[in-house]
């Protein structure tokens, strides 16, 4: 039997689960934004509703083995708390007889949130002694942490070695539904929308994708890549020189198979990389030396937006222009809005977390989309069509 959390009794039991909990925190420690946290309550309501015993374990920041206080888990217990309405317990360390202790007088449906895992550097090296140590922690092991998926890290992979029942969180079963069907039977036509400041990272995905949609959308610092690649003057624009060449390797697979890729025709550039420095609108054609391309133009947002308004499956990664200023942010607001209007008319769209979730939240859109992913590198990599430890270590138990 495929066991889930639907299905399994959790009365009375220690219910390991590991989440992610890896929120941004300011100077002073405080939680700036708790997304992370509140998208893994559904999997620990469940628990507590069914009478388990909870025990929560998760990453922060990159401490790389060492005790930093600045990266304890404890202002996310606090949150939790307030976020639950009740007392989350909060241990010292994640390993150990004192916290086998505090897990063993913990009551049905109490939570206890365990210490940063990566103050020990065994955490990161999927040490098998510290994954059995972790182990010890429960009787069943939930995997909600979809951020940490594609790190073949202890308490995401070696730790189902020495688990009986590992079972997948709400958050994790959301995750593959919505992006596997993107790669198992998108409804077409498929647009993807890529960005971002680099190809590097994301070439895998574009060959990946190219062979499963009916258009490639791309925009942001990597086209200028791409421009290059065309022979075209650039001036200072962002540019990966070492991956000219497989920006044309890209193109000419394009040509040959006959695939949609679309790359801005016009943009907006600048004399410097400042907010308020000396702009203008022009064709892709006419970058002069000394200037860099900072967003993607109006006549290019026409023709993305009509891309777009055809999909009846989206997946959007990477911001079309340098957003975090507000003179190059138009380009990525008008791809936010028009995925907003493609969904209300019944498209699937999915946004694959970093800074295009961050944009889409910056404008009031998150509920306007059908799914924005919670795991930035573990999106794309699933997208790439690689198997996520995370993923393959609870799948290898059933
Ligand atoms: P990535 O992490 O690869 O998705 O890149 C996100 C970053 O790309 C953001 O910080 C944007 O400011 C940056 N970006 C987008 N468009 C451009 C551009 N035309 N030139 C330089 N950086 C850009």
Same mark, same amino acid.
């Given at each position: 039997?495929?066991?889930?959390?639907?299905?399994?009794?959790?009365?009375?039991?220690?219910?390991?689960?590991?989440?992610?909990?890896?929120?941004?925190?300011?100077?002073?420690?405080?939680?700036?934004?708790?997304?992370?946290?509140?998208?893994?309550?559904?999997?620990?309501?469940?628990?507590? $509703?069914?009478?388990?015993?909870?025990?929560?374990?998760?990453?922060?920041?990159?401490?790389?083995?060492?005790?930093?206080?600045?990266?304890?888990?404890?202002?996310? =217990?606090?949150?939790?708390?307030?976020?639950?309405?009740?007392?989350?317990?909060?241990?010292?360390?994640?390993?150990?007889?004192?916290?086998?202790?505090?897990?063993?007088?913990?009551?049905?449906?109490?939570?206890?949130?365990?210490?940063?895992?990566?103050?020990?550097?065994?955490?990161?090296?999927?040490?098998?002694?510290? !994954?059995?140590?972790?182990?010890?922690?429960?009787?069943?092991?939930?995997?909600?942490?979809?951020? =940490?998926?594609?790190?073949?890290?202890?308490?995401?992979?070696?730790?189902?070695?020495?688990?009986?029942?590992?079972?997948?969180?709400?958050?994790?079963?959301?995750?593959?539904?919505?992006?596997?069907?993107?790669?198992?039977?998108?409804?077409?036509?498929?647009?993807?929308?890529?960005?971002?400041?680099?190809?590097?990272?994301?070439?895998?995905?574009?060959?990946?994708?190219?062979?499963?949609?009916? =258009?490639?959308?791309?925009?942001?610092?990597?086209?200028?890549?791409?421009?290059?690649?065309?022979?075209?003057?650039?001036?200072?624009?962002?540019?990966?020189?070492?991956?000219?060449?497989?920006?044309?390797?890209?193109?000419?697979?394009?040509?040959?198979?006959?695939?949609?890729?679309?790359?801005?025709?016009?943009?907006?550039?600048?004399? =410097?990389?400042?907010?308020?420095?000396?702009?203008?609108?022009?064709?892709?054609?006419?970058?002069?030396?000394?200037?860099?391309?900072?967003?993607?133009?109006?006549?290019?947002?026409?023709?993305?937006?009509?891309?777009?308004?055809?999909?009846?499956?989206?997946?959007?990664?990477?911001?079309?222009?340098?957003? $975090?200023?507000?003179?190059?942010?138009?380009?990525?607001? !008008?791809?936010?809005?028009?995925?907003? $209007?493609?969904?209300?008319?019944?498209?699937?769209?999915?946004?694959?977390?970093?800074?295009?979730?961050?944009?889409?939240?910056?404008?009031?859109?998150?509920?306007?989309?059908?799914?924005?992913?919670?795991?930035?590198?573990?999106?794309?990599?699933?997208?790439?069509?690689?198997?996520?430890?995370?993923?393959?270590?609870?799948?290898?138990?059933?």
């Amino acid at each position: 039997m495929k066991y889930s959390i639907d299905n399994i009794d959790f009365k009375d039991k220690k219910v390991l689960i590991r989440v992610d909990f890896n929120v941004p925190l300011d100077k002073d420690c405080s939680i700036t934004d708790d997304t992370r946290i509140k998208a893994a309550l559904p999997t620990i309501t469940k628990v507590i $509703e069914k009478g388990g015993k909870v025990i929560l374990m998760s990453h922060l920041g990159r401490p790389k083995g060492k005790v930093i206080p600045e990266m304890s888990l404890k202002p996310v =217990s606090v949150r939790l708390g307030e976020l639950l309405n009740t007392k989350v317990l909060m241990a010292d360390d994640c390993i150990g007889n004192k916290v086998l202790q505090q897990i063993d007088s913990l009551k049905s449906g109490e939570v206890l949130l365990l210490e940063n895992l990566r103050f020990h550097k065994e955490e990161e090296a999927n040490d098998e002694k510290f !994954a059995s140590e972790l182990a010890k922690n429960g009787e069943i092991y939930i995997n909600d942490a979809f951020g =940490s998926a594609h790190r073949a890290h202890a308490s995401v992979a070696g730790i189902c070695k020495f688990m009986d029942v590992c079972i997948f969180g709400y958050l994790m079963e959301k995750e593959i539904k919505f992006l596997g069907n993107l790669i198992v039977e998108p409804e077409r036509p498929f647009v993807a929308i890529l960005g971002g400041a680099k190809i590097s990272g994301k070439i895998e995905l574009i060959n990946n994708l190219l062979d499963k949609v009916d =258009s490639i959308l791309i925009g942001g610092g990597m086209a200028a890549t791409f421009f290059k690649a065309q022979g075209k003057e650039i001036g200072d624009s962002l540019c990966e020189e070492d991956k000219v060449s497989i920006a044309k390797s890209i193109l000419e697979k394009v040509e040959k198979e006959n695939r949609k890729l679309l790359l801005p025709v016009d943009g907006i550039i600048v004399d =410097s990389f400042d907010n308020n420095a000396m702009k203008k609108v022009v064709s892709v054609d006419e970058i002069e030396p000394g200037w860099r391309f900072m967003d993607i133009g109006e006549a290019t947002v026409k023709i993305f937006k009509e891309e777009i308004a055809k999909a009846k499956t989206v997946f959007w990664n990477g911001p079309m222009g340098v957003f $975090e200023m507000d003179n190059f942010a138009k380009g990525t607001s !008008a791809i936010g809005y028009a995925l907003a $209007e493609v969904t209300e008319k019944g498209a699937t769209t999915v946004i694959g977390g970093g800074d295009s979730a961050a944009a889409i939240a910056k404008l009031g859109l998150k509920s306007k989309v059908t799914h924005v992913s919670t795991g930035g590198g573990a999106s794309l990599e699933f997208l790439e069509g690689k198997s996520l430890p995370g993923i393959e270590a609870i799948k290898s138990k059933y």
